[in-house]
């Protein structure tokens, strides 16, 4: 099995410990996994602040940098990320004229999977043979629930984790309130929002929260510094590599 | 005053919207597929089951009755406990086939058939109905899985009846209870909407009593319409 | 339009200040989430009624001039008249003549959004008439003189000591202790406007194009009053409330009660085909019975033909104005509705506010979302409610309307600058490589708590950024060899 690995962004220059961690999980359930330097981001805060000739700009390099990839998969440790090229690339090439954009563009889509769905249900795989000491709580991230439909996978992978104790919070699939530049443009209002999602956290009695997606962990880690909390935030790939 | 077909009424309104749908002309679209659901048999006890437990659990007062008599005599009860004033009789033939205005009379009730006030007397009518206790009506279906009461405009006087007196009570027969929403649409549409049928009455539903949360999302009983809401499910 | 205060930015932070609001805020949506969850559950296919509804909705506004004909033809055979009207204006006239032809001093008014978007009540207060509002939230707001925090219950964001002294005060009674008391003074009261009002006037939740009827749902019983007491209903009804035909109603009135207050069905369904006419004698049927009132039903347009006209956003206009997706909102429940300034809150108004007042007045309310998705899996007729926002935000950025200023150039300058930076591979990483550095100064002890510009100094404002990685970037690890066991 090749997979090539879309570590997105945001997991390439702040949180490259969480992009290692999904290479060697890949690497150790038997993938030979490659990486394209040639990668950068796939457009998602343009398009979500209302910028489409920017995000197309960047969506084109995206489907030039993936379409040359040899591999049978594309795997990126984001929900968020994910979508953006499955669910919102066909609305940036929608045009007349696009026709052979829409074309490369399906040989990407097709290809590409998030972490924990690509696990579950396309190497069959729960148990990665990873341990880790800790109780663990879960956060449904939206685009990864509501735009990929992938809420089980992550849980059947954390709960298979030698000697992590898993607790629910309290709506895990409340939104964290980060959405992007909503997070600067209402800041005010994501953070009262990101408090709803801490008090949960509290509550569940968890010592780590778990998630696909780095930037509701960013969000969630940022509020837990500030509150001066010792539970710490670790994405499933690194909960995966763990030994 | 005259519908309007000014340039500026109709034709503006209606001509945006063509335009808007980039239609030159209005034309008759294919209508869309039924929506078929499974339909569900339901034997008659069960049905008046279900609509008295949905009934109770909006806060409404259900009661089985088998005899004419027994259903007077209940009827007559509840009035006399809704206080003075009066009951406002609808023009159901079951309320004549009960005797309910005798055994009513005979209890010191008061009670007045709507019928008495020629359509001109509406406003007397609406006042005189404010006064009573009470007021009593038939109904012509009911729906089991809301425990919900159709009411049509073809009971004379019904609506007011069961709208004005702080206490209604209905009397239904247990044939007349339909399990679901989709069986009473159905059969409004075909006994009194269609094009075929008389010209249409209106029709209310009612579910319970009258009801608001509105303050702090406390429930409180009883606003604008009636505060206790009986029904006397007569017979077999 | 008057807002109190500017922008959502603003009104926001009072709202976000005002621990009463927040704790009913909090309350409310978390009951109603629960109610319509349970209630959801006693419908064995809801999807497939979604589905349906969607679908139905669909149909009828891609055709929505053979129906509006349809519906016209119906009512006007039942003696009702229509009104056509392109304009809020357009209705208060219709409505201050007609209420000025036949005398009324005063009008009972059910709750209706509709009338409220073209401020029907400020017109005919302006002509003398007074307009009393018969539900109870309405009536609470409109003594209050304030705007409804919430489709369904409008003045949940006062408590009730707040509304026994607002009663107290306006209507010259003793302050209540209990809420049922507050009840009963609001039922007596309003008893009396219901008796002597020459005029109703109500919206309509659907008007069904195959049979003429106005379909009305409420708990209170105001509507059934106002509809049956009065000689003279008026019905103020949106265009995009028709339905082809009454067999549809099966559908839409599973749906409406429990997504907009989680029951089974409301208290009071009305039904109504056309004016009241006298009772007929012992034969029944009703051929040739004159029609004993008046029932006008005025079509309002407003701008819904320009939303029309918009492929993608035509969708807005399957609203059934349930508040489902107010409820499940995170931005909703923390703000309120009176934060975003106008008729309609919660995602559904972030989608047509905007249309109907204009991109200029109304185009940042598509940016205050975070995009969740939780109002399009709530919405009963699966209306795709972060799509249409995206789409909005689309339409502001291509010089819809926003204003000119140094943050809105600095944020195009700065999504070109990367949107160059991201198909130049090297470039792109030695910027990154850059800004990391730039982190390090600002790093204390493993975090980042303060950088003094915008727009990351909104950021640290409440959350702590973290400390850039040491051992560079994944692609720089990459090369070096780290990932490449």
């Known amino acids: 099995m090749r997979v090539s690995v879309f570590v997105t962004c945001l997991v390439d220059q702040l949180f490259p410990r969480v992009g290692e961690g999904a290479v060697e999980t890949l690497r150790r359930l038997g993938c030979e996994v490659a990486f394209n330097p040639a990668q950068t981001c796939c457009g998602q805060p343009a398009f979500n602040t209302g910028y489409r000739p920017e995000a197309r700009a960047m969506a084109e390099h995206f489907v030039e940098v993936f379409e040359r990839e040899r591999a049978d998969f594309l795997v990126a440790p984001s929900g968020s990320c ?134 509701c962990l960013m969000q969630i880690a940022g509020g837990l510094a500030r509150a001066g909390s010792s539970v710490r935030t670790i994405h499933l790939a690194e909960l995966l590599a763990s030994r | 005053m005259n519908n309007d077909r000014s340039p500026a009424g109709q034709a503006g309104v209606l001509a945006e919207v063509r335009r808007a749908l980039g239609h030159t002309q209005t034309v008759r679209p294919e209508p869309l597929e039924p929506f078929v659901e499974e339909p569900a048999e339901s034997r008659v006890e069960e049905l008046i089951a279900r609509f008295t437990a949905e009934l109770r659990a909006v806060g409404g007062q259900a009661h089985r009755v088998i005899s004419e008599g027994e259903a007077a005599a209940l009827v007559a009860r509840i009035c006399a406990e809704a206080g003075g004033g009066g009951v406002g009789l609808s023009g159901s033939p079951l309320i004549a086939e009960l005797g309910l205005a005798a055994a009513l009379a005979t209890g010191g009730l008061a009670p007045f058939p709507v019928a008495d006030f020629a359509p001109s007397e509406r406003g007397r009518l609406i006042m005189r109905l404010e006064c009573c206790g009470a007021g009593v009506t038939a109904a012509d279906y009911a729906i089991a899985e809301t425990g919900t009461l159709v009411l049509t405009g073809d009971e004379e006087g019904a609506l007011l009846a069961s709208l004005l007196p702080a206490v209604h009570v209905a009397l ?65 | ?81 229509v009104h056509w009207a392109s304009t809020g204006e357009d209705v208060s006239r219709y409505v201050v003549g007609l209420a000025r032809a036949r005398g009324v001093r005063v009008v009972v008014k059910s709750k209706s959004m509709t009338t409220e978007e073209i401020e029907l009540n400020h017109a005919l207060e302006a002509e003398g008439i007074r307009p009393v509002e018969t539900d109870l939230g309405e009536y609470i707001i409109q003594l209050a003189r304030e705007r409804p925090s919430h489709i369904i219950v409008p003045a949940i964001h006062k408590t009730r000591e707040q509304i026994a002294d607002l009663f107290a005060e306006k209507l010259h009674v003793g302050r209540a202790q209990e809420v049922a008391e507050i009840t009963a003074v609001a039922r007596a009261r309003l008893r009396q406007e219901f008796l002597s009002a020459g005029m109703g006037i ?35 009804v949106g265009i995009e409330k028709v339905i082809p035909s009454f067999e549809d109603l099966s559908v839409f009135l599973r749906l409406l009660p429990r997504s907009g207050t989680g029951q089974k069905q409301t208290a009071y369904v009305s039904f109504l085909n056309g004016p009241r006419r006298a009772a007929e004698a012992a034969g029944g049927g009703a051929e040739g019975a004159t029609p004993e009132t008046e029932f006008h039903l005025v079509l309002l347009d407003n701008g819904r033909t320009r939303i029309l006209a918009d492929e993608q956003m035509r969708e807005s206009l399957y609203c059934i104005r349930c508040g489902a997706c107010l409820n499940v909102c995170p931005v ?37 979302s975070s995009l969740c998705g939780a109002c399009r899996e709530a919405c009963p007729v699966a209306i795709n409610l972060p799509d249409l926002l995206l789409a909005l935000r689309a339409k502001v950025k291509e010089g819809g309307g926003e204003e000119p200023g140094a943050r809105n150039t600095a944020e195009r300058a700065s999504m070109r600058a990367y949107a160059a930076m991201a198909k130049r591979p090297k470039l792109f990483a030695a910027v990154g490589r850059l800004m990391r550095g730039l982190g390090r100064l600002a790093e204390k002890g493993g975090r980042i708590r303060r950088v003094p510009f915008p727009p990351l100094s909104l950021w640290t404002k409440y959350r702590d950024l973290p400390a850039p990685p040491r051992g560079g970037s994944f692609r720089e690890r990459w090369k070096k060899g780290e990932g490449k066991e």
Request: glycine fraction near 8%; charged fraction near 25%; aromatic fraction near 6%.
């Open chain 1, 82 to 215: 994910t979508a953006m090229v499955r669910n919102f690339y066909p609305e940036l090439f929608h045009a007349h004229g696009d026709e052979r954009w829409r074309a490369r563009l399906e040989s990407v889509r097709s290809r590409l999977r998030e972490f924990s769905e690509f696990i579950v249900r396309e190497l069959g795989v729960e148990d990665v043979g990873a341990r880790f000491e800790g109780r663990v709580t879960y956060h449904d991230a939206c685009h990864l629930l509501r735009e990929l439909k992938v809420s089980d996978e992550p849980r059947r992978l954390i709960r298979a984790v030698r000697g992590v104790e898993f607790v629910e919070m309290e709506s895990p699939d409340a939104c964290c309130g980060f959405g992007g530049t909503f997070s600067v443009k209402y800041a005010e209002i994501s953070d009262a929002i990101l408090r709803e999602k801490l008090t949960r956290i509290e509550r569940s009695g968890a010592q780590y929260v778990v998630a696909n997606d780095s930037s």
């Open chain 2, 172 to 236: 239904l027969r247990p044939r007349q209870i339909a399990r679901t929403l989709t069986e009473v649409v159905a059969g409004l549409r075909r006994e009194r909407m269609g094009r075929a049928a008389p010209a249409c009455r209106s029709a209310t539903f009612i579910t319970g009593p009258s009801r608001t949360s509105d303050v702090e999302l406390v429930l409180s009983i009883g606003v604008h319409g009636p505060k206790q809401l009986h029904v006397v499910i007569l017979g077999e």
């Open chain 3, 1 to 81: 339009m008057s807002h109190s205060e500017p922008d959502l930015t603003s009104r926001s932070h009072a709202a976000l200040g005002d621990p009463v609001l927040q704790r009913a805020l909090g309350n409310a949506t978390a009951t109603f989430i629960e109610r319509r969850r349970e209630s959801v559950a006693t419908v064995p296919d809801w999807q497939a009624l979604r589905e349906r509804a969607r679908r139905v909705k669909e149909h009828t506004v891609n055709h929505l001039d053979y129906y509006l004909e349809q519906l016209v033809g119906r009512v006007e055979e039942l003696g009702g008249i």
């Open chain 3, 202 to 236: 109500t919206g309509a939740n659907f008007a069904v194009a195959e049979t003429g009827t106005i379909v009305l749902v409420e708990n209170e019983g105001n509507i059934r009053l106002s509809t049956q007491v009065p000689p003279v209903h008026v019905a103020v």
């Open chain 3, 332 to 368: 909703y429940q923390k703000i309120g509705g009176q934060a975003y300034g106008w008729i309609y809150p919660g995602p559904i108004g972030a989608v047509i506010s905007p249309q109907l007042q204009g991109l200029k007045e109304a185009g940042e309310l598509p940016f205050a």
